[in-house]
């Protein structure tokens, strides 16, 4: 079998499957690993004397910003003593504490600055916590104590740290080397390796016996060690790989460093270590060979890179690859841990893991000649083939090299996705930094916010716009990137395909749906291979642009190439439904080769209009229903499509049916009288040409789109071929170029979601989702943020309640209303995000198109600032300036157009919107590494699981056994086998009893009110998936009021149960129950003869509070014996609540009369433009139409009028249920 295998280059393989046990899944024997907690760094806003001293001697600002900055991360990780060696190594030291630019390194040459270090008394490094003169931060302090504990130990140490920043390396050594020097750790040598020597090796062993190195080198060749140390907690199994194999042989130890009490490094850790049988298959093949595996698709891997930018000088020209979406980039240190990444998300989930070489090696040469080469194994699902990176001096810089070389490739193909780049974590603050910051909102000196006059509630923040376009700017068009725009189904005429050619290739796009002429049309997106074009095919994009930029705006627009972010141009592609996007192999775009008519653009481009017939023969083209026609030879004019030739028709012919020619005898006859060059027709008996009025671009985003009346515009109806002329873009394609400027508004909006996904969130969260959740209702798009603020708002009530009551053991409910109250209050919730750099990403505003153009904003102000201040004018031109000195609408709307106004109670529905859309996207997990995100105030809680750790840890006094037979009765009542039934003593006890503690009634009740609430809303979501934001608040009202829990409580039977020593408690439940069963037996018999189901037959009766207080308090018992999870709580939910609701609980049934339910729903939607209205039709029969706006939503028939408003009702009602865009579309109240 091996000698076949050699020959073949083949491995020979067995099945192994979870019943088969074998060795090979086993972990080696390896390093023992540690956990070493160290205690919190107090970061504070002071710095050390040294640095105060040298920031007064900073007048003239010659220290860099970034050192500063360094200085700070350096502080922080070390201390104040290492604060002050970063100043003395920079401004003293031969060789320096960080790289600096020849340009920083001539800044900080000033004597005076030089003159204070010289001077300075330094410290030494003090690690004794309890010493005054504590001067190192109780995590570096536990490092040196871990030193000297290993070294003391160990007969041959040689030891790694392995820290995040190259400066945090350089200042670890020095300060090591001075803490050796004084005897804390005797003979120990230390050095820092913080950049890659030509030939990849490391200093001479004999020099050192410790090594300092930042986490970007950690892939390179190294020897064994007997210690290891992660200074950080690194998010990445491929890094956890490395530090594994570097004290595996050894035998070693591998310190894994810990905040105390941080339950995200614990979170990390543990998911690190954590190896199932795909990713420990593959963890092996990594550990014992440079050429590695390819990784299944569990791999898990941060996208963050845990690099510093300040550790790079500012002027260092670093080799790069740029995601132009989000700004990110990837270095070669980066490459293999994206290759990683990138073959993970290529694996096949269908089919079964199997190792693989992920690298193959090449050497060539022999002793010091030889050199390596590495060659990317990508598996068959990765859109390009394997690639073989350039000559190195040793296997792991090949290895980078080839990834590196190979990220290249992808990007210059336009297929990696953004997904796939190193993107940093973002900084979530602590509630001590969230109070700052909050102080700073609230203060009277905002930090760059505006408020305004009417309500100092509302604030102004900037606007964003994608940085995609900003980034590739300056990307030298000679390669672009097709995004092909198909519109079907096509309202109004033919939509030929169209082409936007950017410089860099845009992401993968959702379809985009538009509202035209009172229609739904879509934008399909399709990506297309890069397309190389030389500097003449370049010309006459630039200049086909320029035709359709100026034929949209109606204006003399003029841009030069390099200021235009995008190109555009037609396609001879089918459209409409028949459109297919060119044929591809292997997951590669396909070309459009052949498909562009550069004919025609060369003839846009070169003029506007051409006669429409020749001078030699007035005769029609066949092609004349494809065409846009003219009556002048003007850029600027009105244009008309041709409907139709009129052979019934000639000049001669009088224009009964034309008011613009209706007063004279004929067409001829107007024609002389209107046209003062006129010299009379060829030929009088031609044909004319039926038009139809071009309309302008419009907002085609909004569902309120209003067909334009063309009677208002244009009085033409019929033209003279003879004298007209043709518009030199076919009139499909111009149909569809109208839609571009709505199209790449809503392109912009897709981009930004991808940004603030990728920077905030690491792309946990769906793109349209998220979209949706920055969209307020004033952006006047066929989406917002209301549906998911509603789910957000149960979500975020669950969670801070739960938090409560974990970590307030003690409290009575009302302390805990009052503190989730302060927890999730809107002022809280803003100010928790408003420092973030969030608010920049919201949506608010509506597109308004007739100020959009080609170019990027920033551009077109700066030119015109520079315009204006070469001219000394600034004024605007086309009369935007009245006589008295005031900014016109317009000229106001260009002026604001990079800010918004934003009200507090805006942000926070924007938070509830995101969690909610987090939860949609993955679940609870997802919904709090958003709520973390977004400072919602829930220290030490990084996993759900720290919740429940925190609750199961409370200690109380057992409740009294629960009696067997009550159990047994409650569990059939529950659907469910409790696990701790002596929670319920408490559930179903009185509160007026008195039992006290942890878990008493009013604490449950709290609890289970929060549970509840949030399953309700989860249950609604997936019961009426496209019912309005006012409809789901509706019902959830309806399903969590006190009258429908308590007549659920006794349908079930669980009022038999419920625990007091009231009489007058006791009578009130036996004589409710009773009314209620007298009742819903009426209503059952009613509903059975009316043919219906039936309804809330408990409204009219005053419902006992203990009643719905024993249901919630019962879910809270439910959630506890659950160990704080919620299958039981969502199996009784499943069991009981869901028939109730589902029989008696629908929007029909919310109101004694569905007319009131209907008018609760309009009102919901601000909407004030609604009537039924009742009349009678023929033969003694009433008629009942309900008409919103003047638009028939519904109508019914009945012998009698009540029962056709009845009836006109439930058909409004359902029709609101199926068709959710109908008041988007037709109501405009609120705009």
């Not at 956890?240 to 614990?266: T, V």
């Not at 009349?1175 to 139409?1185: F, I, K, V, W």
């Amino acid at each position: 079998m091996r000698k076949y295998s050699k020959k073949l280059s083949a491995k020979a393989l067995r099945v192994v499957d979870s019943q088969t046990p074998t060795e090979s899944l086993q972990l080696p024997e390896g390093p023992k690993e540690t956990l070493v907690e160290y205690g919190p760094h107090r970061l504070t806003t002071d710095v050390t004397s040294l640095c105060h001293h040298l920031r007064e001697v900073n007048v003239d600002k010659h220290i860099p910003e970034r050192l500063c900055e360094l200085n700070r991360e350096v502080q922080a990780e070390l201390g104040r003593c290492a604060s002050d060696l970063f100043w003395r190594e920079l401004l003293l030291g031969d060789s320096h504490s960080c790289t600096l630019s020849t340009e920083e390194m001539e800044a900080i040459k000033v004597d005076t600055l030089r003159e204070v270090a010289r001077k300075w008394s330094y410290p030494q490094p003090c690690c004794n916590s309890r010493a005054d003169s504590f001067n190192v931060t109780p995590k570096f302090a536990k490092v040196v104590e871990t030193l000297q504990s290993h070294k003391a130990r160990a007969n041959s140490f040689r030891g790694l740290i392995i820290v995040r920043s190259k400066t945090v390396a350089v200042l670890m050594a020095k300060l090591l080397e001075q803490i050796s020097a004084a005897g804390q750790i005797p003979s120990m040598r230390s050095t820092a390796l913080i950049s890659l020597s030509e030939n990849g090796k490391i200093p001479d062993k004999s020099d050192w016996d410790l090594l300092v190195i930042p986490k970007s080198l950690e892939d390179m060749r190294l020897p064994d060690f007997t210690l290891v140390i992660r200074y950080d907690v690194f998010e990445s199994q491929l890094s956890y790989a490395y530090s594994y194999a570097r004290c595996q042989k050894s035998g070693g130890s591998l310190i894994h460093m810990m905040e105390r009490n941080r339950s995200d490094h614990c979170r990390i850790v543990g998911e690190m270590r954590t190896l199932g049988g795909d990713v420990r298959r593959w963890f092996l093949e990594t550990i014992r060979r440079p050429k590695g595996a390819i990784p299944p698709r569990t791999l898990h891997e941060s996208l963050d890179p845990y690099r510093l930018d300040s550790d790079d000088p500012a002027g260092e020209q670093v080799n790069r690859i740029r995601d132009p979406t989000t700004s990110s980039y990837i270095q070669e240190s980066d490459a293999v841990t994206v290759i990683h990444r990138l073959a993970a998300s290529s694996q096949s989930g269908q089919s079964a893991y199997w190792v693989r070489p992920l690298f193959h090696f090449q050497k060539t040469g022999e002793g010091g000649d030889a050199f390596y080469t590495c060659t990317v194994l990508f598996p068959a699902g990765c859109p390009v083939h394997d690639v073989t990176g350039p000559q190195r001096k040793s296997k792991w810089q090949a290895r980078r090299a080839a990834c590196f070389d190979a990220c290249r490739r992808l990007a210059d193909a336009g297929v990696l996705n953004y997904r796939t780049f190193p993107q940093p974590s973002p900084v979530v603050l602590s509630v001590d930094e969230q109070s700052h910051a909050g102080a700073m909102v609230t203060s009277n000196g905002r930090e760059n916010t505006k408020s305004a006059k009417a309500s100092i509630a509302t604030h102004q923040f900037p606007k964003k716009s994608p940085e995609f376009w900003k980034n590739t700017l300056g990307t030298p068009p000679n390669v672009l990137h097709p995004m092909i725009v198909s519109i079907w189904p096509a309202v109004g005429g033919d939509h030929a395909p169209v082409l936007i050619l950017t410089r860099e290739p845009l992401p993968d796009l959702a379809d985009i749906k538009l509202w035209t002429f009172g229609s739904t049309s879509t934008a399909h997106l399709f990506r297309a291979a890069p397309l190389h074009v030389d500097s003449t095919q370049l010309d006459l994009l630039h200049k086909y642009t320029l035709r359709v930029c100026r034929a949209l705006c109606n204006k003399p627009l003029s841009y030069s190439v390099e200021s235009l972010p995008y190109f555009l141009a037609p396609t001879n592609l089918p459209g409409g439904q028949s459109f297919t996007n060119p044929p591809s192999k292997r997951g590669e775009l396909a070309s459009l080769s052949g498909y562009i008519p550069w004919d025609l653009v060369e003839l846009a481009a070169g003029q506007f209009v051409i006669p429409l017939v020749s001078d030699k023969d007035i005769k029609i083209r066949p092609q004349i229903s494809d065409t846009i026609v003219q009556d002048r030879k003007v850029e600027f004019t009105n244009r008309h499509f041709v409907e139709r030739v009129r052979d019934d028709m000639t000049p001669l012919s009088k224009p009964s049916d034309s008011p613009r020619e209706s007063e004279f005898p004929s067409f001829l006859e107007f024609c002389k009288a209107r046209i003062k060059t006129f010299t009379g027709l060829r030929d009088e008996h031609q044909p004319l040409l039926e038009v139809s009025v071009l309309p302008p671009p419009m907002n085609y985003l909004s569902p309120t789109f209003k067909v334009m009346d063309a009677s208002k515009h244009s009085q033409v109806k019929y033209l003279i071929p003879e004298l007209c002329f043709r518009f030199t873009i076919s009139a499909s394609t111009y149909r569809t170029m109208l839609l571009v400027p709505s199209t790449m508004r809503r392109i912009d909006d897709l981009l930004l979601a991808k940004e603030f996904n990728a920077r905030f969130f690491h792309n946990i969260i769906s793109e349209d989702l998220l979209l949706e959740a920055i969209t307020p209702p004033a952006a006047m798009v066929e989406y917002d943020y209301d549906r998911l603020e509603l789910f957000g708002d149960g979500f975020l009530k669950y969670l801070s309640s739960l938090y409560c009551f974990t970590t307030m053991p003690s409290a009575c409910e009302g302390d805990l209303h009052d503190h989730r109250r302060a927890m999730i209050a809107n002022k809280t919730l803003f100010q928790g995000v408003v420092h973030s750099g969030l608010p920049q990403f919201i949506q608010s505003k509506a597109f308004t198109v007739k100020l959009w153009q080609p170019v990027l904003t920033e551009l077109v102000e700066s030119q015109s600032q520079q315009a204006d201040a070469t001219t000394g004018d600034s004024s605007t031109s086309g009369g935007q300036t009245t006589q008295k000195g005031r900014r016109s609408k317009r000229q106001k709307q260009k002026e604001e157009h990079g800010l918004q106004w934003l009200g507090e109670k805006t942000l926070a529905d924007v938070v509830e919107a995101i969690l909610g859309a987090a939860y949609f996207s993955g679940g609870l997990s997802a919904a709090l590494r958003a709520a973390k995100i977004l400072n919602i105030r829930i220290p030490e809680v990084d996993q759900w699981s720290d919740l429940a750790s925190r609750g199961t840890a409370i200690h109380s006094d057992p409740p009294s056994a629960t009696a067997a037979s009550s159990v047994q009765a409650i569990e059939g009542i529950l659907g469910y086998t409790v696990k701790k039934p002596q929670f319920f003593t408490h559930a179903l006890t009185h509160s007026a009893m008195g039992i006290q503690g942890p878990f008493h009634t009013e604490r449950l009740q709290f609890l289970g009110d929060a549970i509840l609430d949030f399953l309700v809303v989860r249950y609604i979501f997936d019961r009426y998936p496209s019912l309005s934001p006012g409809g789901l608040s509706l019902l959830k009202n309806a399903m969590v009021s006190n009258s429908a829990l308590a007549a659920l409580c006794v349908n079930i039977g669980l009022h038999k149960h419920v625990g007091h020593d009231s009489p007058v408690v006791g009578n009130t439940i036996r004589t409710y129950s009773i009314q209620l069963d007298i009742k819903r037996e009426e209503e059952y018999q009613l509903a059975k003869s009316e043919d219906r189901l039936p309804g809330q037959y408990w409204a009219e009766f005053d419902a006992p509070k203990i009643l719905s207080d024993i249901i919630e308090s019962t879910i809270g018992a439910l959630y506890i014996s659950d160990d704080f999870t919620d299958t039981g709580a969502s199996t009784f939910f499943d069991f009981a609540f869901k028939p109730f609701y589902d029989r008696h609980i629908r929007l029909k049934t919310l109101r004694l009369h569905p007319s009131a339910t209907l008018t609760d729903l309009l009102e919901s939607f601000g909407c004030k433009q609604y009537a039924i209205e009742k009349q009678r039709s023929g033969h003694s029969r009433a008629l009942a139409e309900v008409k919103v706006h003047s638009v028939i939503l519904a109508r019914a028939e009945d012998t009698t009028v009540a029962a056709a408003v009845r009836n006109a009702a439930l058909h409004a009602l359902n029709a609101l249920d199926g068709d959710p865009y109908f008041m988007t579309r037709t109501c405009d109240c609120r705009r």
